[in-house]
């Protein structure tokens, strides 16, 4: 028996047959949403494991998710039904029943085939593939955190000769791997695109017009169903906008004229950077003076940093994150200095006040940034505005290994002391949210 007669019990459209049966070593595909893009990876690996039985060979692959909840579904509701098909497949042509077959073992997240073939699912961050040798198959690659480290884990698994790599993933803007790979210029890598147009073309059932009104998003229609790149349209602050508030003068703290000082502060002890951003408002310009930044610091070490920005700038106001452990902070802060000190829990609702209180100061030209700093510049790119399961607006940042946009909230945080400075000091709770953003946060609903 060989693979061929098992093909026909998979029902494939041509762009997943020529997915599937695309044997190149480097392979990387955008597909549009819901079009069988996981079936046809999944299919493909299935392929592969049984060709390797059929030859007294064995074929290993490794299947990367965003995390562990979608490794397990790739398993659970792709692969091991479609192993045990060609199972079934195998014994009705032999005249055999299904269950005298000695079916493979399988886990939730991993399938061992009697021949010593073996596929495993892994939620996908730099250290996870390190140590095997596989095939590779990465799922949602636009998605992933810290999507260029990953690669640079994943990548040498498959340098032995003949091991295969597959990326697949809908784009999602420009600042990833993913994107690179799409677009580079080179014969390596044999490349698949499929947007909603090509698909329905091939025979697949959606009405297009239907489901782009139902839809009724016009930059997620875009993204998701015609694979355009949408870095810029989904990006908060674009690097256009963001450059052009850039400055050589700005971000000195020996050029500090003697002026009034907003402070915002993104409070984080452990896996973020906690951040401080001073402006001065020299005429109706915010310059950016100093950006103070920590990691895996105390407490009380992010508390004497606080005195000394406290003690080299005039400070009108500061306007810190109370989120979480953020609450005891803005106490002893209050404590300390008073009125000048303002919490500010971040909801939802919060989040998209400040940070549009802070894109119109970029849009009016009324604020000056640091100059040709990429971490920078990459931290103000990460927020994007989405919309949320009950279509109201919000706003995300992915994190990687330069943060968690804390730059940029801790920047958003002093644009919003300024707008605040001339309200009466009402201490650590100068703009109160309401009583429902209070119990909604607190039971980790927003």
Partial sequence: MTIQTLDPFFKFYPYQQKWVTDDSQYKVGMWARQIGKTFSTAAEIVRDVMLAEFAG???????????????????RRYVIPMLKAYDHVRAYMNNRQPEVIEFRRYTGVEAYLPGGSTITALPANPETARGYTANVLADEFAFHDASREIWKAIFPITTRQGLKMRIVSTPNGKGNKFYELMTAHDSEWSRHRVDIHT?????????????????????????????????????????????????????HPEKYTGGDCFIGVDIARRNHLWVAWVWERVGDVLWTREISTMKNKTFSEQEAEIDRLMHNYNVSRICMDQTGMGEPVVERAAEKYGGVVEGALMTADRKLSIATVTKQMFEDRHCRIPAGDPILRDDLHKIRKVTG??????????????????????????????????????????????????????LGLI
């Fill in 199 to 251: 698909a329905v073309a091939q025979g697949y059932d959606l009405d297009i017009e239907k489901t782009r009104k139902a839809l009724a998003d016009e930059e997620a229609w875009r993204q998701e169903y015609m694979l355009e790149w949408l870095d810029e349209a989904l990006a908060w602050f674009s690097f256009d906008l963001i450059m052009a508030v850039e400055d050589q003068a700005a971000g």
């Fill in 57 to 75: 060979k064995t074929s290993d692959w490794i299947i990367l998710s965003r995390g562990h909840r979608q490794a397990k579904h790739i398993m």
């Fill in 389 to 442: 399961p009950t279509g109201n607006p919000r706003l995300v940042a992915n994190a990687d290994a330069q943060g968690h946009a804390d730059r940029a909230w801790a920047a958003m945080l002093g644009a919003a002391a300024a707008q605040t400075a001339c309200a009466p000091p009402v201490g650590c709770y100068a703009e109160q949210e309401s009583s429902q953003d209070r119990q909604l946060l607190e």
